[in-house]
């Protein structure tokens, strides 16, 4: 039997959220970017492609644009993909795959899942935190020791766990959605989704004040009963001279080793990023990304 005939898709309207709540948390795959509640408030009008026996699951991150229905990965979403019950076979997740590209053209999507369309080499960095804080530090560089936090420690830095969720995304935002090129209402989401979120127990904030009171350092977790996410962390030029950065992870660290949770750094490719994730010991975790291009000419020259 072709795979893909027991395949359908479902627009938002038809999914019960309960269920796929509850079994994107209970998938050996399960990340928060799948759950209903975060799809729902960075990409509205979301779908899913689901099997006849709802044992697989692919949501689809839908936008439309000069007419085109296609496929876009949400900001602040790192991964999405495909999520089981049961560890997929590649005929299964070839099958799901090909099915989304008979319903959408144009696909540049980012996946927990390997595939022979799918580019490896994408690099998330995550570092478990069940071990002590002694031993985890014993695992940090010692040019992270010697050079950031020896010096930020003579800087009298506070750590302040006093959560404003509004305040973390509006700094990240002002330092760096020019660089970045984020549109003014993707951080209106993600501001949304962080304050929904909160009111859960599933977001918080940390941030490193100098020692007169003066932002040096924010960032904006959110948390389930597996993983700390960094979403986003914001360092004015007065915490780069402090090294508040290196202080703001260093002592959320301390402040969570032992939980048996994982930082999810949310890691890079970028070579400077990935370097600061490793000097703290974290290990890279791969995900992926897959693209098609399917649209009819004059659109496709759009889309390369």
Known sequence: MNPSSNIRFYERAHIDTDRWDSFIKNSPQYRLYALSSWLDHLSPGWGALINSDHSVVMPLTIKRKYGITYLAQPRFTQQLGLYSNAPLLPVVTAAFLNYAQQLFPFAEIFLNVSTGSATPGLRNYILPLGPAYADIR???????????????????????????IRMAVETYRRLYQQRMGVATAAFCKLEALAVDLEKKGACFTRRVTTAGGTL???????????????????????????HANYHLYDTLIREFAGSDLILDFEGSNIPGIAAFYKKFGAVPEPYYFAKWNHLKWPYKIFKK
């Open 138 to 164: 014993a695992q940090y560089s010692h040019s992270l020791i010697n050079n950031s936090l020896k010096p930020a420690a003579k800087n009298q830095l506070v750590y302040d766990t006093h959560t404003d």
């Open 216 to 242: 040096a350092a924010v960032s904006l977790f959110f948390i389930d009963g597996q993983r700390i996410y960094n979403l986003c962390s914001a360092t004015p030029p007065v915490g780069r001279r402090t």
